[in-house]
């Protein structure tokens, strides 16, 4: 299933595959992109040219899987900011 909209969005449909309370089936190869400034959680399976930002739901998921267990934690604009500095490197 397809996630879109804002980092936290993401990062609470990522959480919920992670931790397997997600209702419905996790897309096939997950990516984890950006468009713009929407981001998206969605099949990795066709390329998006469009997109600013790319990276595998696992690498995702290892990134910020101590943070998951955590279920008041809400990344903030700094934390996504962040996030994509080190993941870019």
Same mark, same amino acid.
């Given at each position: 299933? *397809?996630?879109? /909209? ?13 931790? #397997?309370?997600? %209702? ?8 984890? *992109?950006?468009? /713009? ?13 469009? #997109?600013?930002? %790319? ?29 994509? %500095?080190?993941?870019?490197?």
């Amino acid at each position: 299933m *397809r996630t879109q /909209g804002t980092f936290s969005d993401v990062y609470e449909a990522a959480r919920d595959y992670y931790l #397997a309370v997600a %209702e419905d089936g996790k897309p096939m190869d997950a990516v984890v *992109r950006r468009v /713009g400034d929407v981001w998206m959680l969605e099949s990795g399976i066709h390329p998006e040219p469009e #997109a600013n930002f %790319e990276l595998s739901l696992d690498h995702f998921d290892m990134y910020w899987s101590e943070s998951y267990r955590d279920d008041g934690y809400i990344p903030t604009p700094r934390d996504a900011t962040e996030f994509m %500095e080190l993941a870019r490197v």
